[in-house]
């Protein structure tokens, strides 16, 4: 018994080991980069991840974001998101885009590699049409470019009626999210009209089925608007009681 006992207790010690030596290799040994080439007037962007552990990597999330100004203001954005595991030493291209940049447009890409929902790799890249180029690994999804940002992913005219009700909503309240808001939108099960889910942080705050009345898509706008707001108010609240501690 004794002996049956040790043995168990050691399996037990090396599953703990082994559990800790693969989460600390994913925090330290895990890179986001942005690599770009730039030909003529436009821009491929290539999102990379790096191990640089010897431990194999998995359930990995990364959400690529570009922001593209124009010298008139106008603020266009793309967003790209997806699941993916590593190899040991493994160098894996994760998502390209091309775009295009015309004189005094500025782009800024944004990369972000979570497990688990913790952040533990970060890149950015700001681009001008005069060959700047800056690199900078502090960004945060606080920087005020990013705060608030609504992401449209719809794809029926309920779905663009709805996210037209929800800025509405939103900029009646006049409330600064330091998150993305997605807005997601896929056919319903059964082929009756669609759904729509609000996603902050690769979290489904609110979703619905869609009805083709103006009424309806209104309401579900106030009642997103509401759920995000309680989202926030919780999240501050987590975090003041977090430095308690």
């Known amino acids: 018994m004794s002996r049956n006992l040790s043995f168990s207790l050691v399996l037990v010690l090396i599953g703990i080991t082994l559990s800790f030596s693969q989460n600390e290799a994913t925090i330290d040994s895990i890179q986001a980069k942005i690599k770009i080439v730039k030909k003529d007037n436009f ?7 790096l191990n640089h552990s010897k431990t194999i990597q998995s359930e990995l999330k990364y ?3 570009a922001l593209k100004k124009s010298d008139t203001g106008n603020l266009s954005r793309n967003v790209q998101s997806g699941e993916f595991s590593m190899e040991v030493d493994e160098e894996k291209l994760l998502s390209t885009q091309q ?5 005094k447009d500025i782009i800024k890409v944004y990369l972000f590699v979570r497990k688990n929902k913790v952040l533990i790799s970060k890149d950015s890249l700001f681009i001008s049409a005069v060959d700047e180029i800056y690199n900078t690994s502090a960004v945060k999804e606080s920087d005020m470019e990013m705060s608030g940002l609504v992401v449209e992913n719809t794809m029926t005219k309920l779905g663009k009626d709805f996210y037209d009700f929800f800025g509405q ?4 309240n006049n409330v600064k999210y330091p998150f993305i808001i997605i807005i997601n939108e896929k056919p319903a099960l059964g082929g009756r009209n669609s759904e729509v889910s609000i996603v902050i942080n690769d979290q489904i705050i609110y979703r619905f089925r869609t009805q083709p009345k103006e009424e309806y898509l209104y309401n579900q706008a ?3 608007n509401r759920k995000i707001y309680n989202y926030y108010i919780k999240s501050k609240t987590l975090k003041k009681k977090n430095k308690l501690f």
């Open 169 to 172: 909503v939103k900029q009646l």
């Open 222 to 224: 106030q009642e997103a």
């Open 99 to 103: 775009l295009n940049i015309g004189n």
């Open 63 to 65: 959400s690529i974001l």
């Open 43 to 49: 821009i491929t962007i290539y999102a990379k991840a």
